[in-house]
């Protein structure tokens, strides 16, 4: 006689279910690797049809967005339908590492360093060079570090825990991370930086970036939103408006809501430092009234 009750056979879900969120992971790896040959295409093109080469960026930076968009569709799938797995959670971790790693850190160099010119003389340029490689390998690193220590972690708690009903990442995730440079080189239509000092800002941010990446800083991770529930009608019409904004001014709205997000785990963390500050200053004494 079987031990496993009629119940469980019907909860548990048809194999070809496992395949869906598959599915969405292998688009995420096919996005991140088309990111890197349009880069690489760019590259090829800007001497001689810089044109072609910014839409060459251009088209590797929608990717790396469409890639975000994907990445976050796999897990709530998987979870809606109950397939979630062991394979599936690390080949979600390698898709993530060639699509938000590897991918945006090529872009970042090529389109925010390789082509800056000026009259500070080649020595300068070839150490603007030789950081801008450095740094880029770090944002990869700082990247593959943060998906292993999610991977390994089962309950991380950030160094300054929030609202005991809200779920956080402990750092910022690396899609999130990825999504910011990208968003930028959307923004300016994929042509590259030339300048010196807008090369320098640029290198500063990947820095940035690749610390926010590592540290147990505090940012949402809006997992408390559940897209089968009813929603009010106010909801209703702010997601209405959100997609019409991003439709009409997709360039503009991508990048204020990724810089947002980027600058909410900053502030959060600025907002806690201050708080525990005038919580431990103490109150002066009151001044002695003379006469």
Not at 53 to 58: G, P
């Amino acid at each position: 006689m079987s031990d496993v009750k009629p119940d469980d056979t019907r909860k548990r879900p048809p194999r070809a279910a496992y395949a869906l969120p598959t599915l969405f992971t292998a688009g995420n790896i096919f996005l991140g690797y088309l990111s890197i040959v349009r880069s690489i295409a760019a590259v090829t093109a800007y001497p001689s049809n810089q044109a072609l080469a910014a839409q060459n960026f251009e088209v590797a930076a929608k990717t790396i967005g469409l890639a975000v968009v994907l990445d976050g569709l796999d897990g709530r799938i998987a979870r809606m339908t109950n397939t979630t797995s062991d394979f599936g959670r690390e080949l979600d971790s390698l898709a993530d590492v060639i699509s938000f790693g590897i991918a945006p850190a090529i872009l970042a160099y090529t389109w925010g360093v390789q082509f800056v010119t000026g009259s500070f003389g080649p020595a300068t340029l070839d150490q603007l060079q030789r950081a801008g490689t450095l740094i880029a390998f770090l944002f990869l690193a700082c990247g593959a570090a943060r998906l292993a220590r999610f991977n390994v972690q089962k309950n991380p708690q950030p160094r300054n825990p929030g609202r005991p009903d809200r779920k956080y990442f402990v750092g910022l995730a690396i899609p999130a991370a990825a999504g910011l440079p990208a968003a930028i080189v959307y923004a300016m239509e994929g042509y590259p930086l030339t300048g010196f000092v807008p090369a320098v800002l640029w290198l500063g941010l990947l820095s940035l970036l690749s610390f926010l990446m590592v540290s147990t800083w505090r940012y949402s991770s809006f997992k408390e939103l559940n897209l089968l529930r009813p929603r009010s009608p106010i909801m209703l019409v702010a997601m209405c408006a959100v997609i019409y904004a991003i439709w009409n001014w997709s360039q503009t709205v991508l990048l204020v809501v990724a810089g947002i997000y980027v600058a909410s785990g900053i502030a959060t963390r600025l907002g806690g430092l201050a708080r525990r500050y005038f919580r431990h200053t103490p109150r002066p004494d009151p001044e002695a009234q003379v006469g």
